[in-house]
């Protein structure tokens, strides 16, 4: 009997993949903090993300925003059993204020809905596209999130599966 696939059993594959196939991760010490099924939450040390003026640099807090979406989409796809090729295929961010401690990458999922019609497209065409939100968090100012804590840092992105080949 298989044993159900839990939000943190999920996570580790993502972990995994990270060590595997994406270097800069470990370059950046970024980590998958937690994930809830509904929020993933990747850090990463200031230190080997550290820029001139002692803040984070800007291509760190670039790179973590992006794989806290791309994330949220692997775990999902991983959730649903789905063999895909995942890539980001735009994105913008908006810096808002410096980054003096730990990075905190922050993705909520989308909406039951939203994740259906990606799904759906992607069974049907054999790709699918989906826009996310992440938003990074200075540890330095706030240990813990809460809905009045402002971000340093808003990215939106456009991600998409394809069929693997």
Known sequence: ?????????ISEKLKQFF???????????LEVESYDGDTLILTAPLEPNINDKQTAFGGSLYN????ACWGMIYLKTQEEDIKCNQVVAEGSMKYIAPVNGRIR???????????AAFFESFNQKG??????ESA???DACVMKIDPETK?????????AILKAD
Request: proline share 9%; charged share 20%; net charge negative.
């Open 1 to 9: 009997m298989n044993t159900p696939l839990t939000p943190e059993k």
């Open 19 to 29: 060590l595997d196939h994406l270097p800069i991760t470990q370059f950046m010490g």
């Open 64 to 67: 973590a925003a992006v794989m």
């Open 105 to 115: 990458a922050i993705c909520h999922a989308p909406s039951e809905e939203e994740l």
């Open 127 to 132: 790709r699918a596209k989906i826009t996310l």
């Open 136 to 138: 990074i968090y200075d």
């Open 151 to 159: 971000p340093s840092v808003k990215f939106s992105g456009l991600y």
